[in-house]
């Protein structure tokens, strides 16, 4: 039916609705047990309704489809312009922040106050930043906008995060069953990583502590995350939640895009919950049944 033009679509409505409004005048004949009402007056009364309608009918089908090729090819100019600037970013910026870099480490040799070793500093963690934020920018548009297909241990997954954040003296403790499957692919590991150093990172006391809980719920199997930190600010999770970015009120980084945008692409849901006391985030997948063992 949508492959067939609004003027085909009117004239089929046109077709059924002219016998409809003959077979409903002889229906009403029939039960009455008189044909007096079914004048020729009467049947040219109807098929004028008919084509009234018909009319609004093209008129809705041409203009609803005018407004979504429009919006088609808006879509395919803006995802065309993301992957243009994605690119651009992630090689030539990249490599100019290589650059400053290592004109950075050159410079480190040639100073010995502590102010302008601070500069250097300053300038090192800085490119590394923006260097981070191109990986997780890589990470975004690698990802598969197809339904992941594929089984991951869950458990397995956390425990891999776990051993690549560099904890320092942060404790961070895990509970879990020896294994809970999820339909996922390997993907999956980005957000969960992203969870733990996201944590760890921003949480600024005297003492960080981080408990995970692994738990399945039915079709479900949830990661919890809730460290002791200072919480992601209000305006933060008010993006997250509106899904939009706007000029008053804006996440402070990526981090927590990649993590929303990297679960709902593996069928699952993120939700953030933040108080005095610290942040929690919970992670949501699809449960399935572990890989079938190979007969030997």
């Known amino acids: ?29 029939s039960v009455t047990g008189t044909a007096a009402g079914w004048t020729p007056t009467r049947l040219v009364g109807d098929w004028l309704l008919v084509a ?3 009319g609004v009918l093209y008129g809705a089908i041409t203009y609803h489809r005018r407004r979504t090729e429009t919006a088609r090819r808006d ?8 992957q243009v600037l994605s690119r651009v970013f992630r090689h030539n910026v990249r490599n100019d922040l290589n650059v400053i870099r290592g004109y950075a480490d050159l410079l ?24 981070a934020i191109s990986e997780k920018l890589r990470v975004i548009e690698d990802a598969s906008s197809e339904p992941p297909d594929g089984r991951v241990d869950l458990v397995d997954a956390v425990h891999e995060a776990v051993g690549t ?4 003296d942060a404790s961070i403790t ?44 039915g079709t479900t199997t949830c990661l919890e995350v809730t460290d002791d930190g200072p919480g992601i600010p209000s305006n933060e999770r008010a993006v997250l939640q509106a ?22 692409t593996q069928g699952g849901t993120v939700r953030f919950e933040a108080d005095d006391d610290g942040t929690t985030v919970r992670l949501r997948f699809e449960s399935t049944t572990p890989p079938a063992t190979p007969a030997r």
């Open 52 to 54: 009234g309608s018909g």
């Open 75 to 82: 879509l395919e100019t803006s995802n065309q312009q993301l």
């Open 165 to 168: 954040v560099d904890a320092g």
């Open 174 to 217: 895990v509970e879990a069953p020896s294994e809970a499957w999820i339909r996922a692919d390997d993907s999956v590991s980005f957000p969960i990583r992203e969870v733990f150093e996201n944590a760890v990172t921003h949480n600024d006391g005297s003492t960080r502590r981080v408990e995970a809980t692994v738990h399945e719920s």
């Open 243 to 264: 899904e939009e970015e706007t000029a008053l009120s804006h996440a402070s980084g990526i981090g927590l895009w990649l993590v929303k945008w990297m679960c709902e």
């Open 108 to 131: 480190a040799d040639r100073i010995d106050d502590d102010r302008s070793e601070q500069y250097v500093a300053t300038i090192r963690e800085t490119t590394d930043d923006v260097v």
């Open 1 to 29: 039916m949508y492959g067939r033009s609004a003027a085909a679509l009117t004239a089929a409505y046109l077709c059924a609705g002219a016998a409809f409004a003959v077979a409903a005048d002889l229906a009403v004949a």
